[in-house]
T-cell receptor
Framework: GQQVMQIPQYQHVQEGEDFTTYCNSS?????IQWYKQRPGGHPVFLIQLVKSGEVKKQKRLTFQFGEAKKNSSLHITATQTTDVGTYFC??????????FGSGTKLNVKP | GAVVSQHPSWVICKSGTSVKIECRSLDFQATTMFWYRQFPKQSLMLMATSNEGSKATYEQGVEKDKFLINHASLTLSTLTVTSAHPEDSSFYIC????????????FGPGTRLTVT
């Protein structure tokens, strides 16, 4: 089946430090979505990227979609304890189904 | 935002029995719903796509006779784990995408299945 690789698996940062997670696909994606899952919770939609080279910002979060539409990144500036959770990318190849990356678990130390 | 519910939230059953999990979109219609399986501290694995009015489509490696999916209406999809075994113990989570610009998925709270 389709695979979306995501790194790193874990990231521990001090509050105020930046954080980045990366997703990569061996084949071109139609679009990519990003989700956040808090411990014990379910994934919550953050954003969707569609266009090649697209960059979107949500406050301290910056999302990028690569020019070849094979990779994407989520960057958080000046992390806060409220950013704790697991961040997943979900790539869409065709039709209307998404394949999730393995997730990056972010821990922020106050 | 849109709400998706799942029932039950947790269930314990004995080996060999069947368990039905319901997924409902509460305030919007969903012609398609997705069923995922999530192991502890792991990602969501897409199991199948549930289509209202037609057969579900299963991902490679997912036994369709074991995981029966029925999309009875535009707001309800059910997943039945038949003849459950301990290895079926997992967190099952559904999502319903909402048509629109983003086609974002709204996830249910999940069902924790434990097979003893």
């Amino acid at each position: 089946g389709q695979q979306v690789m995501q790194i790193p698996q874990y990231q521990h940062v001090q509050e105020g430090e930046d954080f980045t997670t990366y997703c990569n696909s061996s084949t071109t994606l139609s679009n990519i979505q990003w989700y956040k899952q808090r411990p014990g919770g379910h994934p919550v939609f953050l954003i969707q990227l569609v266009k090649s080279g697209e960059v979107k910002k949500q406050k301290r979060l910056t999302f990028q979609f690569g020019e070849a539409k094979k990779n994407s990144s989520l960057h958080i500036t000046a992390t806060q304890t409220t950013d704790v959770g697991t961040y997943f990318c979900a790539g869409r190849y065709n039709f209307n189904k998404f394949y999730f990356g393995s997730g990056t678990k972010l821990n922020v130390k106050p | 935002g849109a709400v998706v519910s799942q029932h039950p939230s947790w269930v314990i059953c004995k080996s060999g029995t069947s368990v039905k999990i319901e997924c409902r979109s509460l305030d919007f219609q969903a012609t398609t719903m997705f069923w995922y399986r999530q192991f502890p501290k792991q990602s969501l694995m897409l199991m199948a796509t549930s289509n209202e009015g037609s057969k579900a489509t299963y991902e490679q490696g997912v036994e369709k006779d074991k995981f029966l999916i029925n999309h009875a209406s535009l707001t309800l999809s059910t997943l039945t784990v038949t003849s459950a075994h301990p290895e079926d113990s997992s967190f099952y989570i559904c999502s319903a995408p909402r048509s629109g610009i983003a086609y974002e998925q709204y996830f249910g709270p999940g069902t924790r299945l434990t097979v003893t």
